[in-house]
């Protein structure tokens, strides 16, 4: 089992920044791609980025492309997603996820994660 935990979210201006951040405990060496997704209200949860074991790879959604940046720590277990020119409809609940399969390198579809943090809600204000 593996347990994730974000955190780094909260109220911004558009244009702003935040980086979020996900701590992996518990059987850390079966982590292999993480990922972050994105939850509107109302909406499905989508793909917003990820990234292979290594790091050497990483994927992201067009929507975010240019502005996030996902790196990850092996060394203390961590995921970030650094986002910059934050806009109002980046404004959802935040998860962190990873795949426990090594076929999956940079999984884009929720189905391809095994492991789901509790969220971490981020709001941009217009």
């Known amino acids: 089992q593996v347990q994730l935990l974000e955190s780094g979210g909260g109220l911004v201006q558009a244009g702003g920044s935040l980086r979020l951040s996900c701590l992996a405990s518990g059987r850390t060496s079966s982590t292999y791609a993480m990922g972050w997704f994105r939850q509107a209200p109302g909406t499905d949860r989508e793909f917003i980025a990820s990234i292979s074991r290594s790091g050497g790879t990483t994927d992201y959604a067009d929507s975010v492309k240019g502005r996030f940046t996902i790196s990850r720590d092996n060394a203390k277990n961590m995921l970030y997603l650094q986002m910059n020119s934050l806009r109002p409809d980046d404004t959802g609940v935040y998860y962190c996820?990873?795949?426990?399969?090594?076929?999956?390198?940079?999984?884009?579809?929720?189905?391809?994660?095994?492991?789901w943090g509790q969220g971490t809600q981020v709001t941009v204000s217009s």
């Open positions: 996820a990873t795949s426990s399969r090594p076929r999956v390198v940079t999984g884009t579809r929720q189905d391809e994660y095994d492991y």
